[in-house]
């Protein structure tokens, strides 16, 4: 079955950049009609979506974080991609990548698919 | 953008006692709302999807109901391996939004 593995830096100095992969295994990235989303969760605190890409590389991005972040994808490596721009405390959390699929007779996404996330520390 | 209001907070519950939790919609959102389990130092967990639906692999006592602004998910005959926090989300606009969880605790 298809699993998601969140990879990149622990630590990041404010006002860099966080970057961040996600490696899809046991099924094709581009196969399908599947959003790849991204998710954090500062610590003890709830979920918040921040964006996704469709299969097709049509991208959609919370509006709070729309104007630092970039989402892509790379088909060959079966990858994608958060970037995060000028960090800042504030954007310390567990780093989730999920896959987003819905049922044929649906028009709905759900998540159906998690990584084990990935911890990131905004600190100088 | 659409909010989820969860209730309770908390919840402390005896084995084999029925739990409630609530998700109550800023507007109709049909049936796109989903339901997580997510147990310490894990990744959420799919429980319901569709509001009612049911997900391969999830135990029976695992149910939910509503439509529009209102949901319930319930868990029947609470079992020890249940203590999570829950969370509900929305997929009916954007930004995708997650309540707040409901943490439950077994006494």
């Known amino acids: 079955q298809v699993q998601l593995q969140e990879s990149g830096p622990g630590l990041v100095k404010p006002s860099q950049t966080l970057s961040l992969t996600c490696t899809v295994s046991g099924g094709s990235i581009s196969s399908g009609s599947y959003y790849w989303s991204w998710i954090r969760q500062p610590a003890g605190k709830g979920l918040e979506w921040i964006g996704r890409i469709y299969t097709s590389g049509s991208t959609n991005y919370n509006p709070s974080l729309k104007s630092r972040v970039t989402i892509s994808v790379d088909t060959s490596k079966n990858q994608f991609s958060l970037k995060l721009s000028s960090v800042t405390a504030a954007d310390t959390a567990v780093y989730y990548c999920?896959?987003?699929?819905?049922?044929?007779?649906?028009?709905?996404?759900?998540?159906?698919?998690w990584g084990k996330g990935t911890t990131v520390t905004v600190s100088s | 953008e659409i909010v989820l209001t969860q209730s309770p907070d908390f919840q402390s519950v005896t084995p084999k006692e029925k739990v409630t939790i609530t998700c109550r919609a800023s507007q109709s959102i049909g049936s796109s709302l989903h339901w997580y389990q997510q147990k310490p130092d894990q990744s959420p967990k799919l429980l319901i999807k569709?509001?009612?639906q049911s997900i391969s692999g999830v135990p029976s006592r695992f149910s939910g109901s509503g439509s529009g602004t209102d949901f319930t998910l319930t868990i029947n005959s609470l079992e020890a391996e249940d203590a999570a926090t829950y969370y509900c989300?929305?997929?009916?606009?954007?930004?995708?939004?997650f309540g707040g969880g409901t943490k439950v605790e077994i006494k």
């Open positions: 999920a896959r987003e699929v819905r049922d044929g007779d649906e028009y709905y996404y759900y998540m159906d698919v």
């Open positions: 569709y509001a009612s």
């Open positions: 989300h929305q997929s009916s606009s954007y930004p995708l939004t």
